[in-house]
């Protein structure tokens, strides 16, 4: 059976941001492992539509991190309404998984 673990997506217009919001997760074991990838994102936003570059996270973690992970990305973000989002994992290389949860 495989452990509540999680990914959490969320995302940030500057590099900077983004490297600092992973090594405040990884820091605080919040999270076992933190991908940054550079995309585009198309949006509306106060009825306006938006175009940017942007870098998003892929945090994976132990699901019973997800509260204390939320509350930190927003205390640290400079987005007035940040991404945040949690996926369960349903499956996964048990290895793996034990690493994501530091056993």
Known sequence: MIKK???VLTTTNTKQEAESLTKGLL???LAACV??????SYYVYNEKFCSE???RLVI???TKNYPD??????KHHTYQLPQIIRLDISDGLE?????VHYE
Do not use: G, M
């Open 60 to 62: 994976k973690t132990a």
């Open 27 to 29: 820091d605080l074991k």
């Open 35 to 40: 991908q940054i990838e550079e995309i585009n």
């Open 69 to 74: 992970i939320e509350s930190w990305i927003k």
């Open 5 to 7: 673990t999680s990914i």
């Open 53 to 55: 570059l942007e870098y």
């Open 95 to 99: 290895e793996y998984i034990k690493w």
